[in-house]
């Protein structure tokens, strides 16, 4: 059972640097959603997807773009990567656009480090 | 907006010992409430969430948690604490009343540890 696949696992950016953070689920979720983990601050939401087609913010979106590709990928992307992103990224998805019941089912994390 | 608060940032019990991890919500009504466990570079595993069927509510490895409205909590407990246990745990709301999409709210998180 793969569940939610999150590539790659680890990666060193130096500052300036552009990157794409990898998601997959193969759980026919329709929602989808990045978040980052920092000591002391629990999970924030950067963007999420409700469905194929649409993206929104969440609650820190800036320095990130996203790209839902189809149903099955949701793509993180860091244009010029800052020191202030180095951070745990966690992809999630949910089964279906009424999320409100619906527990997160999350990848095991891209450990993301930028000198 | 919606918020949950986790009472204590590290929690440390003795192994066998009760398990207490303390969450609270802020909304008037009474939200859709998760529990999830994360191990050493791991993910978020689902421990048990709360839906409105009964206060009480069993999960995963005998934890369990009670909805109280009067205290707007939903602490979650274990009887009798295993070494296993030892991860950081995160509380999480789903506001019930807001159209439309809207993505769980996670609390900072309480690391436990079990001393043996």
């Known amino acids: 059972n793969a569940g939610v696949t999150q590539t790659p696992k680890f990666q060193v950016l130096k500052t300036g640097q552009s990157m794409t953070l990898q998601c997959a689920q193969d759980?026919?979720?329709?929602?989808m959603y990045w978040y980052r983990q920092d000591p002391g601050m629990g999970l924030r939401l950067i963007y999420y997807?409700?469905?194929?087609?649409?993206?929104d913010k969440g609650e820190v979106p800036n320095g990130y773009n996203v790209s839902r590709l189809n149903k099955r990928e949701f793509s993180l992307r860091l244009e010029s990567a800052a020191p202030s992103q180095t951070s745990v990224y966690f992809c999630a998805s949910t089964p279906t656009q009424q999320v409100k019941a619906q527990p997160q089912h999350f990848g095991d994390g891209t450990r993301l480090s930028i000198l | 907006a919606q918020s949950v608060t986790q009472l204590g940032s590290h929690v440390s019990v003795s192994e066998g010992a009760l398990v207490l991890l303390r969450c609270n919500y802020s909304?008037?009504?009474?939200?859709?409430l998760f529990w999830y466990v994360q191990y050493p570079n791991q993910g978020l595993q689902l421990l048990l969430k709360y839906t409105s069927a009964a206060t009480l509510v069993k999960g995963i490895n005998d934890f369990e948690a009670e909805f109280k409205k009067s205290e707007t909590s939903f602490h979650l407990t274990k009887p009798s604490a295993h070494m296993s246990d030892a991860a950081e745990y995160f509380c999480?709301?789903?506001?019930?009343?807001?159209?439309?999409?809207?993505?769980?709210?996670f609390g900072k998180g309480t690391r436990l540890s079990v001393i043996a």
């Open positions: 909304s008037s009504v009474p939200p859709y």
């Open positions: 759980m026919n979720h329709n929602s």
């Open positions: 999480a709301v789903s506001d019930r009343e807001t159209r439309g999409n809207t993505p769980l709210v």
């Open positions: 997807s409700a469905s194929e087609g649409t993206t």
